[in-house]
């Protein structure tokens, strides 16, 4: 997958959170994809459990809880916290 795809995502997340993103033409155009491929980036979205809604009247996406995407590596402390409880017990 290329890394444009990951960085259109994060793009239509933060336009989303700040509800900027305009009409569906809008931001697809700004995004220089087509309007299908945004309403599949939606529904992918949606798909994950995001909260995504339409403002007619502010012409905007929004979110309908506090939240978004984070796509960025994160070391796990999993193995940390087993050895921690192992230690206190």
Do not use: H, W
């Not at 997340?13 to 900027?20: E, P, V």
């Not at 992918?44 to 309908?64: C, F, H, V």
Request: hydrophobic share 35%.
């Amino acid at each position: 997958m290329p890394k444009r795809y990951f960085e259109r995502l994060q793009t239509i997340d933060y336009l989303i959170r700040i509800k900027g993103t305009g009409k569906p033409g809008q931001l697809a155009k700004r995004l220089r994809i087509s309007e299908r491929t945004l309403y599949e980036f939606l529904k992918m979205m949606k798909d994950l459990g995001a909260p995504i809604e339409y403002d007619r009247y502010k012409e905007s996406y929004y979110y309908t809880e506090k939240g978004g995407f984070n796509m960025r590596f994160t070391k796990s402390l999993g193995v940390m916290l087993i050895l921690l409880c192992m230690v206190i017990y």
